[in-house]
């Protein structure tokens, strides 16, 4: 069963930082394009940031200069180096990846995880 994996949310005061990661599993041959999105409480759900198989980045406007997104291919994980955390950075943060399985090429969410900013 093929999945994608969060981890690494929580509480955080304002100016800290955090490390999210996202793991895909399953029978997998390749992972073209992963990336974070987030959905703050009433909002839509944003872009945060994507990497492609070969490395390069996109961000949202909002967390350019703070977030660094990175992949370790071999492990088929994508993170997302948070720093400088605001209020408003405070949402459901979600793994989306566009991956390679038998059968054809699929986009696959991961469950979530939450991201508390507050002191």
């Known amino acids: 069963q093929v999945q994608l994996v969060e981890s690494g949310g929580g509480l955080v005061q304002p100016g800290g930082s955090l490390r999210l990661a996202c793991a895909a599993s399953?029978?997998?041959?390749?992972?073209?394009?992963m990336g974070w999105y987030r959905q703050a409480p009433g909002k839509e759900r944003e872009l945060v940031a994507t990497?492609?198989?070969?490395?390069?980045?996109n961000y949202g406007d909002s967390v350019k200069g703070r977030f660094t997104i990175s992949r370790d291919n071999p492990k088929n994980t994508v993170y997302l180096q948070m720093n400088s955390l605001k209020p408003e950075d405070t949402a459901v943060y979600y793994c989306r990846g566009r991956l390679v399985i038998t059968g054809g090429i699929y986009v696959y969410w991961g469950q979530g995880t939450q991201v508390t900013i507050s002191s």
């Open positions: 990497i492609t198989s070969g490395g390069s980045t």
């Open positions: 399953g029978t997998i041959f390749s992972i073209n394009t």
